[in-house]
């Protein structure tokens, strides 16, 4: 089987969507080797590719592909269940899938928020009309007001929805910037606060990752470290592990160690508090990896 994270929320129109890297290169060409050169595709995205070509077409057809799945919930990568815990979601490449679920269920959470804010208005007697109303006839409750929401009746009433920082990382920018417009748009929406954003193959430009912005962009580090110590916020890490995984977890933990550092320390004191913070926050599911290799 092949596992692909949903990229789309339950409460945003009710759609399934997953996005998947295709592979297909070419082996090396090695002289007097018949079996060297040749063309090499992934066995289910080539699949999924040939499926989707007809629809990524502008052609118009009857085909309608259907394509077998089955679920495979998780119980830790997850979104928090208080709708203010902030988050910070560090996901390169197509490690950004489930972060775009993430903020499509925010989007839809905190536009409930807003519809119960406005009922709970109308119940308080805001009405604005021109008829006779008894209190009576304002049967509309906090609770019911609560209750018009989608999968929400959890939330206070004056609950606010957490802020939210995302790493993304990959070669071009012109080239596989995944949901590029997506991400605009729910930062243009303020659903998204913080956007980071690092390219590894610009042309003229040195190598960059996202774990790269955290140690030297001196305003992306400290927000980092705002998130994590002050307001307490779960950092979701999703992406290929061969490197990155490993990569952004040490980027971190120098950030911390910085700021656990004190003047009178011995030899890697800081770090191992810095380490001893990380390794808590993984208890407690504040800190949570989906890896692949």
């Not at 206070?156 to 991400?183: M, P, T, V, W």
């Amino acid at each position: 089987p092949r596992y692909y994270s949903v990229c789309s929320s339950p409460l945003h129109h009710r759609q399934l969507k997953v996005a998947f890297s295709v592979v297909d290169y070419l082996t090396p060409f090695i002289p007097q080797d018949v079996m060297s050169g040749r063309r090499m595709a992934g066995l289910a995205t080539r699949r999924l590719e040939c499926i989707c070509s007809p629809l990524l077409s502008n052609k118009q057809s009857s085909f309608k592909p259907k394509v077998q799945i089955f679920p495979k919930p998780t119980h830790e990568f997850r979104l928090p269940s208080n709708v203010s815990t902030p988050l910070v979601l560090i996901g390169p490449g197509t490690g950004i899938a489930p972060f775009i679920g993430f903020l499509s269920h925010r989007q839809a959470q905190a536009a409930s928020l807003e519809s119960t804010q406005a009922a709970e208005q109308t119940s308080e007697g805001t009405w604005r009309g021109g008829y006779e109303l008894e209190p009576a006839d304002l049967a509309l409750s906090t609770g019911d007001a609560r209750g018009l929401n989608l999968a929400v009746d959890y939330m206070s009433k004056h609950q606010k929805a957490g802020e939210i920082d995302l790493f993304f990382g990959c070669r071009h920018s012109d080239h596989d910037y995944l949901y590029k417009e997506e991400l605009e748009e729910f930062k243009a929406a303020g659903i998204l606060n913080n956007l980071y954003v690092a390219f590894s193959r610009e042309p003229g430009r040195e190598k960059t990752y996202v774990q790269t912005l955290m140690r030297k962009d001196e305003g992306c580090g400290k927000r980092l470290l705002e998130m994590i110590l002050e307001r307490e916020a779960s950092v979701y890490v999703c992406g290929d592990g061969n490197a990155m995984g490993r990569d952004v977890q040490e980027a971190i933990v120098d950030l911390l160690t910085r700021h656990f550092c004190k003047e009178d320390d011995g030899p890697n004191e800081g770090r191992s508090r810095a380490v001893a913070h990380l390794d808590k926050m993984k208890i407690s599911g504040r800190f949570v990896l989906d890896i692949w290799s």
